[in-house]
DNA sequence: CGAGTATTTGATGCAGTTCAACGCTCGTGG
DNA sequence: CCACGAGCGTTGAACTGCATCAAATACTCG
């Protein structure tokens, strides 16, 4: 099992801060196996009380929370080094539905563990927080996006956000990603309906910068997109992971 | 100075969870003293990289973030009880502004001690990550609000949202509650225009469910609201603070 | 090959934006 | 004490970006 984490594939990517054998050693402690779901795999439910946690190791996935009258709001997409149920830890229980958008690999923690783990790890501890404020201002750049700008930009940042992580995880080649999300997520992402985000992707694809196609996105212009999104096209921060 | 935070205004408040002495000693540490600011000043700056953390002991303000074109997105109200500033104190810069509504009175720390107290209070830095995740979900709400809702439901969230934390804190009296907000403000967070916003806000008022005038808004019939938002009107669980 | 699912495109309608104007309140200065 | 202007709230009228409706085209899998 040991032998696992050290080999986890999250360690030597470069978007993510090194960490020491010793402190990969009290994460191994902290987790309990490994799990491989498939794509359409439901992970957690919205309402639930989840009683594991995750690291996304491989694949991706999405969170989503849904009204009453059937709409659904994308929160955000799961790529490998999200932490995974944070707020089942901490809280009662889970404020959004995740499911697999693909095949994925996750490093699966105890719940029940999590406070002694958060006790005995300071510097653990501190790495969980780091996450949650990370996701607390990527979620405050997506209201920002959500309330205040048109349909192209919000498309733009989207498609800019994706390949952005993407690049960061070293999972883009000649200006491709894999994009195994359905269609219908993205606009649910942005506050769109299905059609008009479609004739959006259209835009861009006819001016170049950008096309959405058999399960792969490929960027031609990255930085026309952060114009058209109107934000600067900085690298992403090295981050930490569980 | 011991005896301020053993005053500490939030302690007795029914919606924060209880500390004992010992653990009021604990944040005492921590604490640096008490700031007072007046209405209209700006404690944080997007972009900044503040020396300091603060707690909301009294009064109310607002979190925005800006586009370059000038449209504005509120994130967020603060509270009595919201802690300001984690961004700062764990990555390396603000993502937001942070500006006081009415006067306040703030609980004061010092980042650069951040992470001292937090290796050697892990109880309390899982309270800190705690407020961390009540924020999460909080936005991820006001995401699918943003996202999914028509201006008439989004108007009666967040009216609502005003309205159950002001009921949390003791602030309402006879269905009213202090709106120190300007009008602008209401619109800018839920992604309307003033002029729609307004109107929508008059359909309340002539339907006797909701009236916000003077700087007052006075809730005649919650769960109407509730109905109108399409979410169950429940109480907000009890949350620790620092 | 046919049924179900995902993407694309065209046509129509409306919720919410934008433009415009007026009223109220309050502070300032003549 | 009143005139004036600035800031905020309210209301009316016209316009438009995006939603909704509709339908055709591709793709997948039994």
Sequence with gaps: MTIHRLNCPLRNKELFAAKSEEDLRQIEQFKKGELQIEEGTTLLMEGSNAPQLYTALTGMGLRYKTLPNERRQVINFIFPGDFIGLQAAVMAEMQHTVVAATDMTLCVFDRAEFMTFFRNHPERAFDITWLAAVEEHFLGDALLTIGQRSA????AWGLLQLYRRAQALDMTQGGQM?????????PDAL????????KTLGKLRERQIATWRDGALSVANPSALAKIADVEWDELAE???I
Tied chains: 1, 2.
């Design 239 to 241: 981050r930490p992971f």
């Design 152 to 155: 192209l930009e919000r498309v």
């Design 191 to 198: 506050g769109l309906s299905l059609v008009h985000t479609n």
């Design 178 to 186: 894999p994009m195994p999300f359905r269609q219908q997520d993205f």
